[in-house]
């Protein structure tokens, strides 16, 4: 089988490495897959890139501007919303003819447009499609926060602070409408919490929707030696180190506010005992809030290097407000760390509380102050690191989401020649 895998980027971002890990894991399998991408990185040989990349910068631009035009010149949310006005047309590519399956995930920021996702369904060609956030749900958001507009069209749209029934996002919604109604996609979403919300979309309403994790090749992401991962990246051998991870630090989504709260909190504990490793961008903007040693690792993109950061790590503490099935979580467990995050998004479906680490309550900076003390300080280390890797193997292996998937091509290839 043929599986073509389209994302707007070959590995930057967390549905870029789902959607890489997911071609290997299908590869490894004996499936034959290739990923679309606008931004190929790599000389990767089953990775093909679209136009040149002025074109594609353009594109790019061109969107950016639009939005900013609509907020008002404002530069808040002007990344939170994807209008979907420009892209390509990938039906005309060799490798979208060859495919026996299109497999869409993250396509946003000039890759697809709204017209060339019509086209891809006109082809009549099976088509999967990914979810890794809500916009494939929704009119223009990716996250819709305390919003309810999905769940009729939109309109009145928070991000754009608009009072307005018929504002951009209800007109994209409409758009968005007629490109897929009366046509068939198989909608999968990452975590189960996205699969209830992406139910309540009216845009969805007559499609199907299931739940397939993430993968990760545990080949690579496993438990290594703790001193020497740290002797490699310059770390303390003697405190508990606690590692956050996110592409940029000040994005309020990821909670950072929280955990800097949270350790304030405990800081006679946390002071004396930990340091915080920090791994991504503008890590240096937190180093005045917090009195315990601070290791800014900076944007690493190098998977051993990256492996070195979750072994140094005793454990992993993710703050998000909003979030999917973060691959983040995933690559700890799978190295044997226990997790600390808030019961949102698809997060508690990772972590089990107490088991392999701590689930706290949303938005409660006390409570997760008390998950990282939980776990560094009052529970069997060892259990916990056992019980990490034990949840990747059985949910998350590439075998097992490989398997997962080949049998979503099979019903979605049928479903097309039997007309079922």
């Not at 073509?4 to 549905?15: H, K, P």
């Not at 969107?63 to 609509?70: A, N, S």
């Not at 958001?141 to 029934?165: D, V």
């Not at 005793?314 to 760390?337: H, K, Q, R, Y």
Request: proline share 3%; with cysteine.
């Amino acid at each position: 089988m043929r599986i073509l895998i389209v994302n707007t980027s070959e590995n930057i971002g967390g549905a870029a490495v789902a959607a890489n890990r997911l071609m290997e894991a299908l590869n490894n399998s004996g499936q034959k897959a290739k990923m679309l991408v606008r931004d190929k990185n790599t000389d990767s040989l089953t990775v093909v890139g679209l136009g040149p990349k002025w074109l594609a910068k353009w594109k790019f631009i061109w969107e950016r501007l639009c939005i900013f035009l609509r907020l008002k010149l404002r530069k808040e949310n002007l990344y939170a919303i994807d209008i979907a006005n420009t892209g390509f047309n990938i039906t005309k590519t060799r490798e979208f003819k060859e495919a026996d399956v299109i497999h869409l995930h993250w396509i946003n920021q000039g890759m697809l447009s709204i017209n060339d996702i019509r086209s891809i369904l006109d082809s009549d060609k099976p088509v999967v499609w990914t979810m890794h956030d809500l916009w494939p749900a929704s009119s223009i958001c990716h996250y819709a926060r305390n919003c309810k507009g999905f769940t009729n069209k939109c309109g009145r749209c928070p991000l754009l602070s608009s009072k307005s029934a018929n504002d951009l996002s209800a007109a994209v919604w409409r758009k968005k409408h007629v490109a897929i109604q009366g046509r068939s996609i198989q909608f999968v979403t990452c975590s189960r919490w996205l699969m209830n919300i992406a139910k309540e979309s009216s845009l969805l309403k007559d499609q199907k929707i299931q739940s397939i994790p993430n993968a990760i090749d545990t080949r690579f992401f496993k438990p290594e030696d703790k001193q020497q991962a740290r002797q490699n990246l310059s770390l303390p051998q003697d405190k508990k180190i606690i590692l956050f991870v996110a592409q940029k630090v000040s994005d309020e989504r990821k909670g950072m506010s929280y955990l800097i709260e949270a350790l304030k909190k405990e800081q006679s504990i946390f002071n004396e005992n930990c340091a915080l490793a920090v791994l991504g961008g503008k890590a240096d903007e937190i180093s005045k809030e917090l009195d315990l040693p601070i290791y800014p690792l900076g944007f690493v993109t190098d998977q051993k290097t990256i492996i070195d950061v979750y072994n140094a790590a005793d454990v992993f503490v993710i703050p998000s407000l909003e979030d999917n099935l973060p691959n983040t979580i995933m690559e700890a467990l799978a190295c044997g760390v226990p997790c600390v995050g808030f019961n949102v998004g698809g997060i508690p479906e990772m972590i089990d509380h107490k088991k392999n680490g701590y689930v706290a309550r949303y938005k409660d900076s006390g409570d997760l102050a008390q998950g990282l003390i939980d776990v560094l300080f009052h529970s069997d280390a060892e259990q916990m690191r056992h019980e990490a890797v034990k949840k990747v193997a059985k949910n998350y292996s590439q075998n097992a989401v490989a398997l997962k998937y080949t049998e979503l091509y099979n019903a979605a290839i049928a479903q097309k020649h039997y007309n079922i």
